[in-house]
């Protein structure tokens, strides 16, 4: 059984940064691609970024260049370094293989941008 479990989150303020980390029970990513998602207040889930077997990585229009995705595999963890918050990053963030496997999904880590 794989569990991912999220965490990093917290309230900021516009501007600052944050780093998210995923853990994986098994060495799943290093198996999987992964991806980094997130669902804001009445918005779906949607992939903002993944990362390869290999390191190749992939961003959505609305954090590129403001956010990175990295992976260590001898520490079975996904990384999320988001720079230039702003009050519209506010959401649930999720990790998960890329595409997502449903029965993967953890509870997510709660990012608040606000002044």
């Known amino acids: 059984q794989v569990q991912l479990v999220e965490s990093g989150g917290g309230l900021v303020q516009p501007g600052e940064s944050l780093r998210l980390s995923c853990v994986a029970s098994?060495?799943?990513?290093?198996?999987?691609?992964m991806g980094w998602y997130r669902q804001g207040p009445g918005n779906k889930r949607v992939l903002l970024a993944s990362i390869t077997e290999s390191g190749i990585t992939h961003y959505a229009d609305s954090v590129e260049g403001r956010f990175t995705i990295s992976r260590d595999g001898a520490e079975n963890t996904a990384y999320l370094q988001m720079n230039n918050l702003n009050p519209e990053d506010t959401a649930v963030y999720y990790c998960?293989?890329?595409?997502?496997?449903?029965?993967?999904w953890g509870k997510g880590t709660f990012v608040t941008v606000s002044s």
């Open positions: 998960n293989a890329a595409p997502p496997v449903e029965k993967y």
């Open positions: 098994v060495s799943t990513i290093t198996i999987y691609a």
